[in-house]
């Protein structure tokens, strides 16, 4: 229950204003009931970039669905030199996110590679040669009622090239037999096969090149013992 959920109590506000209205995002955000915004990018991410264990493309193109105020996208240009896009359904987060993104003290070439779009997800549409080199997923994929996941799984399949990777941060991260997935959110819960299970949809392939649940004095308190970062490659 909220009690004992992660993020305290504010999951239950959060609960109690969602529908599957993609606008309820955008008066979360106006109300300033977001949960999931830590302030900063999350520690999982910058490791798996900056270790350099996996070789993602540089100079490529980005996206993060859900960027929200939009830590992750400006890191991603920053680290890796992508032209990068964030996507947010949310007017009031992606004004929140140019304004993060002005007030960085960024240099124009960075501030040239850093985009935020008012856009649906589900829609999006880019053509062949602007296909992605690498998605970032960090509490989207959660946001989603799980009955409509394998939309999503379509739509990655849709927006990367192949031999893009995918990063998947899973948070809250729950097992899968747990008898009480549903408690966990922001709003939904996730584990590695519920993301598995539909990004295989229509015969597409990926291979699993990093799988690791972070050390926990890695993370930041609300993330311990929640986390899981899965790094995919499409293969085909």
Same mark, same amino acid.
């Given at each position: +229950?909220?009690?004992?959920? =992660?993020?305290?109590?504010?999951?239950?506000? +959060?609960?109690?204003?969602?529908?599957?209205?993609?606008?309820?995002?955008?008066?979360?955000?106006?109300?300033?009931?977001?949960?999931?915004?830590?302030?900063?990018?999350?520690?999982?991410?910058?490791?798996?970039?900056?270790?350099?264990?996996i070789?993602?493309?540089?100079?490529?193109?980005a996206? #993060?669905?859900?960027?929200?105020?939009?830590?992750?996208?400006?890191?991603?240009?920053?680290?890796?030199?992508?032209?990068?896009?964030?996507?947010?359904?949310?007017?009031?987060?992606?004004?929140?996110?140019?304004?993060?993104?002005?007030?960085?003290?960024?240099?124009?070439?960075?501030? &040239?590679?850093?985009?935020?779009?008012?856009?649906d997800?589900?829609?999006?549409? #880019?053509p062949?040669?602007? /296909?992605?080199?690498?998605?970032?997923?960090?509490?989207?994929? *959660?946001?989603?009622?799980?009955?409509?996941?394998?939309?999503?799984?379509?739509q990655i399949n849709?927006?990367?090239?192949?031999?893009?990777?995918?990063?998947?941060? +899973?948070?809250?991260?729950?097992? *899968?037999?747990?008898?009480?997935?549903?408690?966990?959110?922001? =709003?939904?819960?996730?584990?590695?096969?519920?993301?598995?299970?539909?990004?295989?949809?229509?015969? &597409?392939?990926?291979? #699993?090149?990093?799988?690791?649940?972070?050390?926990?004095?890695?993370?930041?308190?609300?993330?311990?013992? /929640?986390?899981?970062?899965? #790094?995919?490659k499409?293969?085909?």
């Amino acid at each position: +229950m909220a009690d004992d959920h =992660p993020l305290g109590n504010r999951v239950g506000d +959060m609960r109690s204003i969602l529908t599957e209205d993609p606008q309820t995002w955008d008066i979360l955000w106006k109300q300033q009931v977001t949960p999931w915004d830590s302030g900063e990018i999350q520690p999982p991410l910058r490791q798996v970039v900056e270790s350099g264990e996996i070789p993602f493309t540089k100079g490529g193109r980005a996206l #993060v669905p859900g960027c929200g105020r939009g830590y992750d996208t400006i890191y991603l240009a920053s680290a890796l030199g992508h032209d990068t896009i964030g996507l947010d359904a949310s007017a009031t987060a992606v004004e929140a996110a140019n304004q993060l993104a002005q007030s960085s003290s960024l240099d124009l070439d960075l501030v &040239s590679k850093i985009h935020f779009e008012v856009a649906d997800f589900f829609k999006y549409e #880019v053509p062949e040669d602007r /296909k992605f080199d690498l998605i970032y997923d960090y509490t989207f994929f *959660v946001a989603i009622p799980p009955s409509k996941r394998s939309l999503w799984g379509s739509q990655i399949n849709s927006l990367i090239k192949p031999g893009g990777y995918l990063i998947t941060l +899973m948070f809250p991260h729950v097992p *899968v037999h747990d008898p009480q997935p549903y408690a966990a959110g922001p =709003p939904f819960y996730s584990n590695f096969t519920s993301y598995e299970e539909v990004l295989r949809v229509g015969g &597409s392939e990926w291979e #699993v090149v990093l799988n690791k649940i972070p050390d926990d004095d890695t993370l930041l308190d609300v993330h311990k013992g /929640k986390d899981r970062i899965v #790094v995919w490659k499409r293969t085909a």
